[in-house]
């Protein structure tokens, strides 16, 4: 059940949430509860995705799939799936409505993607509008409700649209044997390794250069650094299944999770 759930995506997320609840400077109370509705949203949303995919993955032989092996039951995951999304939504109400509402959105965008979305050429917008939104969610959800920088938003957004493109490309062509064409699909390998890199890399800038002030000479640093690791991944992919790319990117992403979330503590 716990790898069904995509427990790294989930926790990853989670982190995030938790340092930018602390950067919105909600109380302890208030920013536990946000962190556990955005815990239990990415747990449907793992929980939903392994329900809708199971058919395929078993049509592909994805061994590392719990459901395509027949290791947990499909009622079992329906039954987590509910438990997590009323879970998610029931924490969510307890925000302020805006907040609330920001959080929802981004969960029936999450949603969507599981349920169809993910093979259209529009698959990459749920990734943008649920990750655009975090920091809505937990800044708009204090009782003082600011909104939160656009910098931070566009830089989410940007994260978010960059793992929808590194995260398939291991899989392309067991997608295209089972029908799944988003947008990675459609435009191939190559671009969608350089549009990922692309928006890491406009997501670094945009933590760095967004918040107010002179950048930290070790945030500034974080820039070259990121373009180096990804122009070394895009060189060194060469293999049909390799992931280097894919590895140079999430690296990259890491880095900028880190960069993210020392801003998100500056902004209180």
């Known amino acids: 059940m716990v790898r069904a759930s995509h427990p790294l995506p989930a926790l990853a997320v989670t982190a995030l949430a938790a340092g930018l609840a602390i950067g919105a400077d909600r109380s302890f109370g208030s920013g536990l509860v946000a962190v556990a509705a955005v815990f239990a949203g990415q747990l449907s949303v793992g929980w939903l995705n ?89 800044f708009l959800g204090t009782p003082a409700s600011p909104f939160p920088p656009l910098w931070l938003l566009a830089a989410a957004a940007a994260l978010g649209s960059a793992a929808h493109f590194v995260n398939v490309l291991p899989d392309l062509d067991d997608d295209d044997a089972t029908g799944v064409r988003g947008l990675p699909h459609r435009l191939g390998p190559w671009p969608s390794r350089f549009i990922a890199a692309t928006l890491v890399l406009a997501a670094s800038a945009l933590v760095v250069f967004g918040p107010s002030g002179a950048p930290a000479a070790l945030a500034l640093a974080a820039v070259p650094l990121s373009a180096v690791i990804l122009v070394a991944g895009l060189v060194l992919d060469r293999r049909p299944r390799s992931r280097v790319a894919f590895r140079a990117v999430m690296l990259v992403a890491l880095i900028d999770v880190a960069l993210l979330l020392h801003s998100g503590l500056a902004l209180g």
């Open 50 to 138: 392994d329900l809708v995919d199971a058919p395929r993955d078993a049509q592909v032989g994805r061994r590392t799939k719990p459901l395509a092996t027949g290791e947990v039951t499909p009622r079992a995951v329906r039954r987590a799936f509910v438990a997590a999304a009323v879970a998610a939504v029931v924490l969510s109400l307890w925000s302020a409505p805006l907040g609330a509402a920001a959080h929802l959105a981004a969960l029936a965008s999450a949603w969507a993607y599981d349920l169809g979305v993910k093979a259209t050429a529009y698959s990459v917008a749920p990734f943008a509008v649920s990750f655009g939104l975090l920091p809505a969610f937990l």
